[in-house]
Nanobody, 115 residues
Framework: QVQLVESGGDLVQPGGSLRLSCAAS????????MGWYRQAPGKARALVAA???????NYADSVKGRFTISRDNAKNTVYLQMTGLKPEDTAAYYC?????????WGQGTQVTVSS
């Protein structure tokens, strides 16, 4: 079992920055990939960024050049650094961990971009 706890969501003005954190616990040695998804009201949940155990990353086209996913293995934490935030980035952001053919989800953290 893997447990994920996100933090860092907030209200921010357009053009601002935020860093989301996702702390993993449990059988973390089985995790081969972690990611961030988001879901805006009335929309489907969608991948934002992901990072593999080999540090390969991929991003949604809408966030390329603005968001950066990274991880700190010593802290068992994955980060999503978000810059140049836009109102359309407003959503609940969820951390995921892929382990043994199962995807675990965090509880989500809200990001609101508004003036």
């Amino acid at each position: 079992q893997v447990q994920l706890v996100e933090s860092g969501g907030d209200l921010v003005q357009p053009g601002g920055s935020l860093r989301l954190s996702c702390a993993a616990s449990g059988t973390i040695f089985t995790i081969n990939k972690m990611g961030w998804y988001r879901q805006a009201p009335g929309k489907a949940r969608a991948l934002v960024a992901a990072i593999t155990s080999g540090d390969t990353t991929n991003y949604a086209d809408s966030v390329k050049g603005r968001f950066t996913i990274s991880r700190d293995n010593a802290k068992n934490t994955v980060y999503l650094q978000m810059t140049g935030l836009k109102p359309e980035d407003t959503a609940a952001y969820y951390c995921t961990a892929d382990s043994r053919d199962r995807r675990y989800w965090g509880q989500g953290t809200q990001v609101t971009v508004s003036s």
